[in-house]
């Protein structure tokens, strides 16, 4: 049965960490490339970040850059996401997607919200 079941979810303090984990299951793993995805109440969803199925091509949406780390473990089926100093801009559901390496580009898939795909999503809170 094909899943992306996403995990480590929850409440921080603003400046924070967590680490978001998106387990995937039912199809060739390899052959696909991860991304996050978040949507806030009463917003559009957007793209996060992308990695390529090897994990060599990473993508990230401005506003986390040099906040948030991607990275997949292809062994494990999983694909990760490491935020760190979070703020409650980033309050937000968070999805992760698949989408296979040879269609569109690994930014198409994160700015235009690509995905074959997708998991049931884990929320996300930042407040004091």
């Known amino acids: 049965q094909l899943q992306l079941v996403e995990s480590g979810g929850g409440l921080v303090q603003p400046g924070g960490s967590l680490r978001l984990s998106c387990a995937a299951s039912g199809f060739?793993?390899?052959?696909?490339?991860?991304?996050?995805?978040r949507q806030a109440p009463?917003?559009?969803?957007?793209?996060?970040?992308?990695?390529?199925s090897s994990g060599g091509a990473t993508y990230y949406t401005d506003s986390v850059k040099g906040r948030f780390t991607i990275a997949r473990d292809n062994a494990k089926n999983t694909v990760y996401l490491q935020m760190n100093s979070l703020k409650p801009?980033?309050?937000?559901?968070?999805?992760?997607?698949?989408?296979?390496?040879?269609?569109?580009?690994?930014?198409?898939?994160?700015?235009?919200?690509?995905?074959?795909?997708?998991?049931?999503?884990?929320?996300?809170t930042v407040s004091a």
């Open 28 to 37: 060739t793993f390899d052959y696909y490339r991860i991304g996050w995805f």
């Open 42 to 52: 009463g917003k559009e969803r957007e793209g996060v970040s992308c990695i390529s």
């Open 89 to 124: 801009e980033d309050i937000a559901v968070y999805y992760c997607a698949a989408q296979p390496e040879i269609q569109a580009s690994l930014q198409a898939m994160c700015v235009q919200s690509l995905g074959r795909y997708w998991g049931q999503g884990t929320q996300v």
